[in-house]
């Protein structure tokens, strides 16, 4: 399958823990990555591999994999933490790269 | 650090070929990794369209490969996309990307973004 399937909205009180999940049968091959993207901006990588995290991305974000799901999770979440959530990983080819259809986080 | 900037028309006419260059900075095409263009429609989510490797190696998304050629040039340190025969559904956001493919093939850098129209 070359599909990740994202929830299209969640919301947190801000403070508190959310987590975004990304299912998808080439999980069980490949990592996701995992990309922040608010209004008119590029996404920005935020989680990548098992669970990493590139330079000046807060700790608050962690990232984990159970089976063919794939999770972000954000603990404490913060008012600038508001924005779309794109997940993304190779398809079960190798080949070919799929996104997730997005999930925007609203933080209450 | 590294830098991607997109660049070409941001008007294009149903049924001509949409061409976008990505020039890289801070880092030599040459000495490695996958560099990508993903696009975005108004309001939409994020679309892989093809990358390619430093050696010229493609890989297009099967939704698109009849439409789409990804070629590097890297006495330029430049990438480029060409989709032919366009029609509105490919106005979008266009986006270059490098792939850092050392271990989890994940985008790393992006460029900008750059609106492309497709209009008469």
């Known amino acids: 399958s070359s599909e990740l399937t994202q929830d299209p909205a969640v919301s947190v009180a801000l403070g508190q823990t959310v987590r975004i999940t990304c299912q998808g049968d080439?999980?069980?091959?490949?990592?996701a990555s995992w990309y922040q993207q608010k209004p008119g901006q590029a996404p920005v990588l935020v989680i990548y591999g098992k669970n990493n995290r590139p330079s000046g991305i807060p700790d608050r974000f962690s990232g984990s994999t159970s089976g063919n799901t794939a999770s972000l999770t954000i603990t404490g979440a913060q008012a600038e933490d508001e924005a779309d959530y794109y997940c993304n990983s190779r398809d079960s080819s190798g080949k070919h790269w799929v996104f997730g259809g997005g999930t925007k986080l609203t933080v209450l | 650090q590294v830098q991607l900037q997109e660049s070409g028309p941001g008007l294009v006419k149903p049924s001509e070929t949409l061409s976008l260059t990505c020039t890289v900075s801070?880092?030599?095409?040459?000495?490695?990794?996958?560099w990508g263009w993903i696009r975005q429609p108004p309001g939409k989510g994020l679309e892989w369209i093809g990358s390619i490797y430093h050696s010229g190696s493609t890989y297009y998304n099967p939704s698109l490969k009849s439409r789409v050629t990804i070629s590097v040039d890297t006495s330029k340190n430049q990438f480029s996309l060409k989709l032919s025969s366009v029609t509105a559904a490919d106005t979008a956001v266009y986006y270059c990307a490098r792939v850092d493919s050392s271990g989890y093939f994940h985008f790393d850098y992006w460029g900008q973004g750059t609106l492309v129209t497709v209009s008469s």
């Open positions: 080439s999980l069980r091959s490949y990592y």
């Open positions: 801070g880092y030599s095409i040459s000495s490695g990794y996958y």
